[in-house]
């Protein structure tokens, strides 16, 4: 059973747009929810994480929100600018283990 | 200061063969993670150490994959009879534990099985 289901697989958006990338999980149990940032050739960076007992959490740019009682989280980019183009993974887990969702690759047009 | 490091970067074996991967966590990060991503796809969790000691290897795909860490620092991830379906980018991560969520990723190791 996939733990956690990330959608879209790709996504193009223009300079200063809104990107948004949704992502749900299965396990109530979850209590940390990341969004890692991910360059060709390099490892996962991690960009904004959540937890369960709060709606949203912005930091710059990024806005994560998140709603319990569906099971789903969401990664807001604000004015997404050509930089911004890598792949997100969104994960869900607790201090031991975290489930990844399959990636969403992000293409900012300039 | 360091990140996590990952050696070697790239890494070309034969069927059949023993490969052993290193990871050199943060430095007083306690807690010491190994992933596998395959193209295309998220990481996957193999195993969890906390200190020495492996908290959790449930990810583990069989009994060819195994994972050490004997003074709680660097930890070496070995794989016997390499297969080709083994290939993939192995992936560390490193947090400083003590309940501490965030988990900081090396840039991986490209495993090619040929």
């Known amino acids: 059973q996939q733990q956690v289901k990330q959608s879209p697989q790709s996504l193009i958006v223009q300079k200063g747009g809104i990107s948004i990338i949704n992502c749900a999980y299965e396990?109530?149990?979850?209590?940390?929810f990341p969004w890692y940032q991910q360059f060709p050739g390099k490892g996962p960076a991690l960009l904004i994480a959540?937890?369960?007992?709060?709606s949203e959490k912005k930091e710059g740019r990024f806005t994560i929100s998140f709603n319990k009682s569906a099971k789903q989280f969401s990664l807001h980019i604000m004015d997404s600018q050509p930089g911004d183009s890598a792949t997100y993974f969104c994960?869900?887990?607790?201090?031991?283990?975290?489930?990844f969702g399959s990636g969403t690759k992000l293409n900012v047009k300039p | 200061g360091a990140g996590v490091s990952q050696t070697p970067s790239n890494k070309v074996t034969e069927k059949g063969k023993y490969v052993e991967l290193r990871c050199d966590p943060i430095?007083?990060?306690?807690?010491l993670y190994w992933y596998r991503q395959s193209l295309g796809q998220g990481p996957e969790f193999l195993i969890y150490?906390?200190?020495?000691?492996?908290?959790?290897d449930s990810g583990l795909p069989n009994d060819r994959f195994f994972a050490v860490r004997p003074e709680g620092s660097v930890s070496t991830l070995k794989i016997q009879r390499t297969e080709r379906g083994d290939s993939a980018v192995y992936l560390c991560?490193?947090?400083?534990?003590?309940?501490?969520?965030?988990?900081?990723f090396g840039p991986g190791t490209r495993l090619t099985v040929t």
């Open positions: 991560a490193s947090s400083r534990g003590q309940g501490s969520y965030e988990q900081y």
């Open positions: 396990n109530t149990a979850f209590d940390y």
């Open positions: 959540i937890r369960p007992d709060v």
């Open positions: 994960a869900a887990g607790r201090v031991d283990k975290f489930y």
């Open positions: 430095s007083g990060h306690t807690a």
């Open positions: 150490f906390q200190g020495t000691g492996a908290a959790d």
